[in-house]
């Protein structure tokens, strides 16, 4: 039976570097597949309509006769969907998330 | 005449990771009776086939839990292409096992973490999950998102992970196994961690037989039962025996899941050397009728996904059955005669995920 | 296909006698679940032996719901029959921990039971005071 046998762990954790990450001095580092942030290029939209219907958490409001393009970030779970979706490849996620907000504002795209 | 007192435990608890409530009925500082209580966190998620197409029900379904997504996802798709009868193709089957045993990795270094907490151990509970990020890193590297993967469609799975990523990922994992090591001894020799477990919560082999027990709940009784031996997707082409110990307390279930996570590495090396080139999905046309019952093995145990369809874009019924909500009957037994003190332990050892059991 | 899954139909007359039979051979119990179907509801009685999957398809009319409980054989079939009765409005005569509909505490009783549409978002929140 043996006692104690995490003290030797936890000294070597004494003198070796954090595991943390000291956000926010330190960056996280957001990997290539990271699904982030949804981007959208509002003169390539053509307003069909899939991302919307697409859309599982209904984040997305497309108006084809205004031309308008609405996204609520706080629904959106960047799950990709409208990104596969789309035909003419307008929406680009990045890699980085949303930085945090003060007021819950919806997004709107209105083409040019 | 000894008095019966009845302590509620839960749903606020600092050992719980999810809300359940239990009702104790104690005398003398021994439990006699146990009545479970859950819907704290009922969301009706099977009523929403109703109103969402069954091609993006993958994305709920994932989302019915935290710590099991990925298998929950995947056994959705089993259960479409089933019925469809679709042909996976092989690249994608090989993926899907990667993953999985990558999910099932990150969740029993969560409950070994859990478990350690239960009994007071900060530091041990710490590094278990300091051990779980680098897990987390592959996952995220590989699919996108740390814990929901959203890598899984009907007819396939939506990226690709290629052969240098592969070859590396399983070099890094079999590199880390000694620091695994390092923390899984602690669990299997220390004095402290096995006065608190053994001998505590005896689960015999019939009862964890009759009362439907599933995953290390019941293997760690010697109920020899692994989902994965059905031979689902790419595990027919991989070797593989259940992990099974004899003695049925908490110290065996516990050394079930350690077993366990060298298994995985070693399922997905071997999945690694076999993985064949190929496309990644099969196009999904039509709608599904028919009915079917899919049986995965989640890190809890046997999850069964029923669906029954009737030719329209929805499915008319979707039934899942968590492992967690069969191992409760099994919980209510253990809990029969304990010390009021090895209560939480006991909860923790089935390993309960209460947002699965109540979707 | 994965396996081979066989399912008989029985009557909720017979039920309990066809279960004792399966208890005694070495089934385990896996599942109880409930579809509704157009005209009533179905329970389905999933068990499994050595990876063999077998079903027990009960029929049950909307007009009388109540199937006999078989948790007196299984034990572990009152979780399952009490989340029926919570969400279906099944009764099962017989069962061992009976919660009398509070298993699940919704907000809509049986919600299960009717179509989304039919249940009005109005009439919960003038029920909750909302």
Redesign the interface.
């Known amino acids: 039976m043996s006692l104690f046998s995490m003290s030797w762990v936890v000294l070597k954790s004494l003198f070796k570097v954090p595991a943390t990450v000291r956000y926010p001095f330190a960056q996280k580092h957001y990997y290539e597949n990271t699904r982030g942030k949804i981007m959208f290029e509002v003169n390539t939209c053509i307003f069909c309509g899939l991302c919307q219907r697409k859309c599982p958490a209904g984040a997305i409001m497309v108006e084809r006769k205004d031309k308008k393009w609405e996204l609520d970030r706080f629904k959106c779970i960047i799950c990709g969907a409208c990104v596969e979706a789309c035909p003419k490849k307008c929406i680009h996620m990045e890699h980085t998330h949303t930085k945090p907000a003060v007021t819950k504002e919806k997004e709107k795209h209105i083409h040019a | 005449m000894t008095k019966r007192t009845i302590i509620p435990f839960g749903p606020q608890h600092p050992v719980l990771p999810e809300p359940v409530h239990l009702e104790l009925a104690v005398e003398d500082g021994k439990v006699v009776e146990a009545i479970p209580s859950v819907g704290f966190i009922h969301r009706g998620l099977e009523k929403l086939v109703e109103k969402k197409d069954f091609f993006d029900f993958v994305f709920v379904a994932e989302r019915i839990c935290g710590i099991c997504s990925f298998i929950h996802g995947m056994t959705y798709c089993m259960v479409i292409e089933e019925i469809m009868k679709l042909e996976v193709p092989d690249r994608a089957q090989y993926l899907r096992l990667v993953w999985s045993e990558l999910s099932r990795l990150h969740s029993h270094l969560l409950w070994l973490g859990l478990m350690a907490d239960a009994f007071g151990f900060e530091s041990l509970f710490m590094h278990c999950w300091r051990l779980r990020e680098k897990i987390l890193d592959i996952i995220e590297e590989t699919t996108g998102g740390r814990v929901i993967f959203g890598s899984c469609k009907v007819g396939g799975v939506r990226k690709d992970i290629s052969a240098d990523t592969l070859d590396r990922i399983v070099k890094v994992l079999h590199e880390y196994e000694r620091e695994i090591k390092e923390i899984t001894d602690v669990f299997i020799a220390d004095g402290s961690v096995k006065h608190r477990m053994s001998g505590v919560g005896v689960l015999s082999k019939e009862d964890a037989y009759h009362l439907g027990a599933v995953g290390p709940t019941a293997r760690g009784s010697g109920v020899d039962f692994d989902m994965r031996k059905l031979r689902y997707g790419a595990y027919k082409n991989i070797s593989f025996a259940p992990v099974l110990e004899t003695a049925g307390d908490c110290y065996s279930r516990c050394h079930v899941r350690i077993r366990e996570l060298f298994q995985s590495i070693d399922l997905i090396d071997q999945a690694a050397r076999k993985i064949p080139a190929g496309p990644l999905e099969i196009k999904v046309s039509g709608f599904p009728e028919g009915e079917f019952f899919a049986r995965t093995e989640q890190p809890r145990g046997e999850v069964i996904y029923y669906a029954k369809a009737n030719g329209t874009k929805f499915l008319q019924r979707l039934r899942v059955r968590t492992p967690t909500f069969a191992n409760i009957p099994a919980l209510v037994k253990i809990l029969q005669g304990c010390d009021v003190a090895d209560v939480p332990v006991l909860i923790l050892t089935i390993d309960p995920c209460i947002s699965c059991t109540e979707r | ?3 081979e ?1 066989k399912s008989i139909g029985v009557t909720p007359a017979e039920l309990v006698e066809k279960v004792q039979v399966l208890f005694n051979d070495g089934w ?4 109880i ?4 179907l157009e005209n009533g509801l179905e329970l ?1 009685y ?1 068990f499994d032996k050595h ?1 063999q ?1 077998f ?1 027990l398809k009960v029929a049950v009319a909307l007009s009388n719901p109540e199937v006999p409980s078989i948790s007196p054989v ?3 079939a ?2 399952y029959e009490n989340e029926t009765q919570d969400l279906f409005g099944i009764k099962f005569p017989g069962l061992v ?1 009976d ?1 009398k509909g ?5 907000s809509v009783k049986n ?2 039971n009717s ?2 549409e039919q249940i009005n978002i109005k009439d919960i929140k003038k029920d909750l005071a909302l």
Do not use: A, D, H
């Open positions: 296909m994965i396996e899954q385990r119990l896996v599942q679940g409930c579809t509704r389905n999933s990876y999957f079903n299984y034990w572990s009152f979780i921990l919660y509070s298993f699940y505490k919704t919600p299960f179509c989304s």
